[in-house]
């Protein structure tokens, strides 16, 4: 059972180009959930997302970031007009919620730098 | 709010000694989760162990063990027979029993000398 995927794992961006970063949840999981990591520092909760449905997304910044889950394909967390401060480590989990006792798995992460 | 605080930013253990990281959170709700995450120089995040608040007994998964204090809000998670493996950044994370979101600490850099 392959675990979850992001993709890519590096990320270089000048400032103001966009920036696609994409998460395949594991086999079998519909929800899905975007952390950053900035250095030095321990994962902030950005958005959680249901195929189709932002369902909570309390810990995402107002202006340039948005979340998709379609019902195809891999969840997408664009991040617009990128500035320096936006250089993170990303983090998707997922998770199936069959019980209150659900997990979440992380992908490895993907690493945003911004010049 | 919940909030999570990990007051060692770095520990030192000698290889096969027992080391115990710290952590306390904060919250109003009477059930929850309580977890350990492991994030090693690969960067991935690992789950080492995890708590439901109702259970009174202590988590175990191997050489890890965890001492759960509900009323002190202290979470405490010790690693037995230390390796070198074990060398990594930890962080110590809450769910509400309902919850979207995990709420992390800043972590603890647990370093394992030979």
């Known amino acids: 059972n392959a675990g979850v995927m992001q993709n890519p794992r590096h990320l270089v961006r000048r400032r103001g180009q966009e920036a696609r970063l994409r998460c395949s949840p594991m086999?079998?999981?519909?929800?899905v959930y975007w952390y950053r990591q900035l250095p030095e520092e321990g994962l902030k909760f950005m958005v959680y997302l249901q195929k189709e449905n932002i369902i909570d997304e309390s810990g995402m910044p107002k202006e340039r970031f948005s979340a998709e889950f379609p019902k195809e394909g891999p969840s997408i967390l664009r991040i617009q007009q990128v500035v320096r401060g936006d250089s993170a480590a990303y983090f998707c989990?997922?998770?199936?919620?069959?019980?209150?006792?659900?997990?979440?798995?992380f992908g490895p992460g993907t690493r945003l730098t911004v010049t | 709010a919940q909030t999570v605080t990990q007051s060692q930013p770095e520990m030192s253990v000698q290889e096969a000694e027992t080391v115990t990281l710290s952590c306390t959170y904060d919250?109003?709700?009477?059930?929850?989760?309580l977890f350990w995450y492991k994030q090693p120089p690969s960067r991935q995040m690992i789950l080492v162990i995890r708590q439901e608040a109702y259970k009174q007994q202590n988590a175990t998964e191997n050489r890890f063990s965890v001492n759960f204090q509900k009323a002190a809000k202290s979470f405490s998670l010790k690693i037995s027979d230390s390796q070198l493996g074990d060398a990594a950044m930890y962080f110590c994370a809450y769910r509400s029993l309902y919850g979207n979101k995990l709420v992390f600490g800043a972590g603890t850099i647990l370093r394992v000398k030979s």
């Open positions: 989990a997922s998770s199936n919620r069959d019980s209150t006792s659900y997990e979440q798995y």
């Open positions: 919250t109003s709700e009477s059930d929850y989760y």
């Open positions: 086999k079998g999981h519909s929800h």
